[in-house]
T-cell receptor, first 114, second 120 residues
Framework: ETGVTQTPRHLVMGMTNKKSLKCEQHLGHNAMYWYKQSAKKPLELMFVYNFKEQTENNSVPSRFSPECPNSSHLFLHLHTLQPEDSALYLC?????????????FGPGTRLTVT | AQTVTQSQPEMSVQEAETVTLSCTYDTSESDYYLFWYKQPPSRQMILVIRQEAYKQQNATENRFSVNFQKAAKSFSLKISDSQLGDAAMYFCAYRTIRSNSGGSNYKLTFGKGTLLTVNP
């Protein structure tokens, strides 16, 4: 596979469940990102990792816990979510975190919290 | 903080016609990057075109071109000879190129998007 992949593509979970979203990039990039896309709102940056180190946490609630074991993989661990957390979660990667580099996006995980 | 405004939630165009999507932004920076991203119904967001603020020449990519007006902080996207495959949500985005104190320079700020419909 090429580009940025995300699994699962769709996820339905209850508020007491624990689940994880996975992102993998096959582009040799060093920076990876999690975004939240809600209806009628701009994309919201959640977390940034550069060379496996978290360099940005955009005031995200602790019920979202990211993990970046290496530059190719990024996880988002979810626990005790709220219905308002239902959204499309997009992963992206770029060469590194400098402004000139294009971000490549994955197809997203559609999350529904019941 | 930077903000990006797309004033057209929806637009439609006839196939083979030209359409222009609007974007304005607010910043105190003099150097930055601007992007248009396309998100088709399959949801994979892809870069359409990029503009560096220090370049006066408007960027073009085949049928896609921008009208970059730095003083007016305007960055519109023109799609010529529209095709059915152009139907998508289009997002305008801003990115500074300098690190903020205590922060970083990689944050993309997106507009809310414009949904483009192409009619056959």
């Amino acid at each position: 596979e090429t580009g940025v992949t995300q699994t699962p593509r769709h996820l339905v979970m209850g508020m007491t469940n624990k689940k994880s979203l996975k992102c993998e990039q096959h582009l040799g990039h060093n920076a990876m990102y999690w975004y939240k896309q809600s209806a009628k709102k701009p994309l919201e940056l959640m977390f940034v990792y550069n060379f496996k180190e978290q360099t940005e946490n955009n005031s995200v609630p602790s019920r979202f816990s990211p993990e970046c074991p290496n530059s190719s993989h990024l996880f988002l661990h979810l626990h005790t979510l709220q219905p308002e957390d239902s959204a499309l979660y997009l992963c992206a990667s770029s060469q590194d975190d400098r402004g000139s580099y294009e971000q490549y996006f994955g197809p997203g995980t559609r999350l529904t919290v019941t | 903080a930077q903000t990006v405004t797309q004033s057209q939630p929806e637009m439609s165009v006839q196939e083979a016609e030209t359409v222009t999507l609007s974007c304005t932004y607010d910043t105190s920076e003099s150097d930055y990057y601007l992007f248009w991203y396309k998100q088709p119904p399959s949801r994979q967001m892809i870069l359409v075109i990029r503009q560096e603020a220090y370049k006066q020449q408007n960027a073009t990519e085949n049928r896609f071109s921008v009208n970059f007006q730095k003083a007016a902080k305007s960055f519109s996207l023109k799609i010529s000879d529209s095709q059915l495959g152009d139907a998508a949500m289009y997002f305008c985005a801003y990115r500074t190129i300098r690190s903020n104190s205590g922060g970083s320079n990689y944050k993309l700020t997106f507009g809310k998007g414009t949904l483009l419909t192409v009619n056959p």
